[in-house]
Structure formats: structure tokens, C-alpha cells
């Protein structure tokens, strides 16, 4: 039976039901043939059979990018399968694409992002395109088991584990670009920190009150000044604004929701989700996790609903404050604030991967009993998270969307810390 595939040639894609009915019949076609995690290779001009996705992914790529123009029998999608060995089959090459392992880390965050509409238009896969090509990209020419994302999030990981300046980062990226000219790479630290914002390794900037008390975030993010004591939102000279506008305080906050997701989107961190409910002790009188506590036992008692389901995130919380000068003549007090996953085993839950940094409070003083004024953010993602929970996708489980939870069990501090936390002192 012959295939009709007149459709894939079909410039207008997305007005055309003629190509709309074709996809679909390909699709189905397809189905058959993906593997045990629910991927199968991409054939769109851009992927060329190199890279791999879920269905509705592929569905996706085919309507922006269109069907790659040399893949005439689809071999890999059901069509005349004994002939795997065909050489007029455009095989998939052995560069960039084959060995580079940013590929999978770009899969699981669009499979687990992705929100695919009925015509399989899916707007928020934009912002992956500049990952994707320097992903494509080859560092230099003739390096094609080195992509130049790839290089760069490994010098991004150096300069963290380093602690390098900004400006020796910018440094150092100019002498590679002096000495290896033909060398694909950003031109400073800010591009370099643009592209791994999109990976969704980002923060939000909130502006806070001189004085401690409210953000400049939801219902104020456009005030001018503090809506409890009036006071300017800008540093002020001489009862002047700078040039520039610029806030007093910085709270730096980084969305929960997406880290937690990013917990289910590869299959062994989805499975590590779900060892507190194998792992716990058979034994009342031995705690080894905090799932064998009276705590967390009470806690199933009050709220089976959440209970029931064994992928809903059980977390903790620490904060404290420190002097982030490593000079003690200076008096300085940020705060950080951690998130911890008690899903997770005891060997895995406390180590420095899997602990979650939701906010940055800045100094100069600690922020006292002020601390609800900037807990604001993550406070409304809890409750967001709690009540209604997210669509999730969960690849240990054929990747398929669930309603994901979240509870905050626990605190983690230090009696001063615990003091600003409960709001008793300053």
C-alpha cells in the first residue's frame, strides 16, 4: 500500500487541513513504534532524525520547522520496517547530535514544559530555539563530539564551583575567543547567564521597601513608593533621584514550581520521589528518615487526600544568616533561604543537588521579624501548591501528567533564626 506523503511538501502548514489530516495519519502511524520511555526521533528540519521526543513534541517541531526534505521512507516510524538497512535512508550522523549529552537535559525540560495544543502549536517551546542552536553548533570546526552549549554550561559549572568574578569569567572568555578565533561561543558572562535562564535556572528580582516593609511585587510592582511608610522605591541624593533608577534592597526569589517539576521530568529522579513509601523502617522503634517520625505519621492521619497519592512533595525548610564578605570587620547579614525534598532517601535528600535555593534576603541587617514581609513569595507558591498543586509530568510513570502537591512539614534553624522565622523577636 502506497503512503501518501504529498502532504509533507506543504509550504502554509498551519492553515492547511490537508496537512493538519496527513500529521495526524502519520502520527498514528508512529505510535507503535516508540520506545519505553514514550520517544521517537524527530524527523522536523531541524532535529533530522538525531533527536529524540515524546509524540507530542514531534507534532510540534513538524508544524514549525516542516518534515525534513531527504527522509523519503520512514523507516524509524513504521513504514517498511524490515528495510531498516535501506541506503537510501538518511542515517543519523555521528556528530554533534549523536554524543552530546545537553541533548537529553534539553528533552526532559521541553517534554516536561511543553503544553501542546489541538493544532500542536506550542508557543512556549520560542524560547528553547537560541538553546537548540547552540546546541546544534559545533564549538569550533571539526569538533563534533563537543557542542558549544555543552561548553559553555561546563565553564558555567567551573566558574560557580570556583567562585569566579564576573569580570574574570568575561576575562577568560575573551582570551578563548583571541586565541581560537573560529571558536562558537557567548561574548560575556551576561549573554552566558541569559542563555542558562532559559534552562530555567533563573531567579526573579523583587524590589523591597528601604525600610522592611512590603515588596514592590503583585498588587505594588509598579508603585513608585512604599505603600505602609511612603518612602521612595529609588535611592535618593540629595532628596533627588540618581541618573539611574536604583532600588535600596534586592530580594532575589527563585520559583519552586519549575525546580520541583524538573524532580519528575527523568525517570531515576521520579523514581527517587517515591522511596519514602518503600523505604520507610518496618520498625516503630528505629527512625531513619523523617517518614518513620510521629510527624509525618500524624500528618497522613489529618490529610489522607494528600497522602494518597506517594508523589506529592513533602519539604522542609532552613534558613540563617552569614556574612557573604568572609570579612568579619564588616557588618553584613544576608539570609538565604533553603528548600529540602523529604521524598527523597536520607543519603540523597541533604546533598548540595537536591537542595533547592528559594530566596536570597538581603542585608545590610537581618531582616528580624520583618522575615514575612520577604517570605511573601514563596509563602504564595506554597499555598498555590498546596491547594490547587500543577500539572506535572512524571517520566517514571510513561511520563504521563498528574496533579502534583506540595506541603511545607518542617523548619531547620537555629533558635535566633527560629525567632525571626516564628515573628517573636528581631
Given amino acids: 500500500m502506497t503512503i501518501d506523503k504529498s502532504w509533507t511538501q506543504i509550504k502554509k502548514r498551519s ?15 508512529a505510535k507503535p513504534h516508540v520506545n519505553d520511555r514514550g520517544f521517537i526521533r524527530c524527523l522536523c528540519n531541524r532535529c533530522i532524525n538525531n533527536a529524540q521526543h515524546q509524540l507530542e513534541v514531534l507534532e510540534t517541531h513538524i508544524h514549525r520547522f516542516g518534515f525534513m526534505s531527504d527522509y523519503n521512507e520512514w523507516i524509524y516510524h513504521g513504514e517498511n520496517v524490515n528495510a531498516a538497512s535501506s541506503s537510501n535512508v538518511p542515517q543519523p550522523n555521528s556528530g554533534v547530535h549523536d554524543r552530546d549529552e545537553m541533548f537529553e537535559v534539553l528533552e526532559d525540560i521541553i517534554s516536561n514544559d511543553a503544553e501542546v495544543d489541538q493544532l500542536g502549536s506550542q508557543s512556549s517551546n520560542v524560547q528553547y530555539d537560541d538553546l537548540f542552536t547552540a546546541l546544534n553548533s559545533e564549538l569550533y570546526p571539526g569538533m563534533s563530539s563537543f557542542s558549544s552549549l555543552n561548553f559553555l554550561v561546563k565553564l558555567m559549572h567551573l566558574k560557580v564551583m570556583n567562585k569566579w568574578t564576573n569580570k574574570s569569567f568575561d576575562e577568560l ?22 542563555l542558562m535562564t532559559k534552562m530555567g535556572l533563573g531567579y526573579q528580582s523583587i524590589h523591597v521597601c ?10 505594588n ?7 505602609v511608610c511612603s518612602e521612595s522605591r529609588w535611592k535618593m541624593q540629595a532628596g533627588r533621584r540618581t541618573g539611574k533608577n536604583v532600588p535600596h534592597k534586592v530580594l532575589r526569589y527563585f520559583p519552586l514550581a519549575p525546580r520541583l517539576k524538573r524532580l519528575f521530568a527523568t525517570s531515576k529522579t521520579a523514581k527517587l520521589m517515591r522511596w519514602h513509601q518503600a523505604g520507610k523502617s518496618t520498625d516503630d522503634n528505629v527512625m531513619r528518615h523523617p517518614v518513620d517520625g510521629r510527624a509525618w505519621k500524624d500528618f497522613d492521619r489529618k490529610h489522607p487526600e494528600f497522602a494518597d497519592d506517594v508523589r506529592n512533595v513533602r519539604l522542609g525548610l532552613a534558613a540563617d544568616g552569614f556574612n557573604p564578605f568572609n570579612n568579619m570587620s564588616i557588618s553584613y547579614s544576608m539570609w538565604p533561604v533553603v528548600l529540602t525534598t523529604y521524598n527523597l532517601p536520607p543519603w540523597l535528600c541533604m546533598k548540595p543537588e537536591y537542595l533547592m535555593l528559594s530566596l536570597l534576603i538581603p542585608g545590610p541587617q537581618s531582616p528580624g521579624k520583618d ?5 511573601r513569595p514563596l509563602i504564595e507558591e506554597l ?3 498546596w491547594e490547587n498543586g500543577i500539572d506535572t509530568r512524571d517520566a517514571g510513570n510513561d511520563r504521563k501528567v498528574f496533579k502534583m502537591r506540595a506541603v511545607l512539614l518542617w523548619t531547620v534553624n537555629d533558635f535566633p533564626a527560629r525567632s525571626s522565622l516564628s515573628g517573636w523577636s528581631g
Fill in 15 to 29: 492553515n492547511s487541513v490537508v496537512f493538519w489530516q496527513g500529521l495526524q495519519s502519520f502520527l498514528q502511524m
Fill in 173 to 194: 572568555l575573551k582570551l578563548l575567543k583571541l586565541a581560537f578565533p573560529k571558536m562558537d561561543l557567548v561574548e560575556s558572562h551576561y549573554e552566558a547567564k541569559k
Fill in 210 to 219: 528601604k525600610n522592611d516593609y512590603a515588596l514592590f511585587w503583585n498588587e
Fill in 221 to 227: 510592582s509598579m508603585s513608585e513608593t512604599c505603600p
Fill in 371 to 375: 522575615m514575612d514581609v520577604f517570605l
Fill in 383 to 385: 499555598k498555590e501548591l
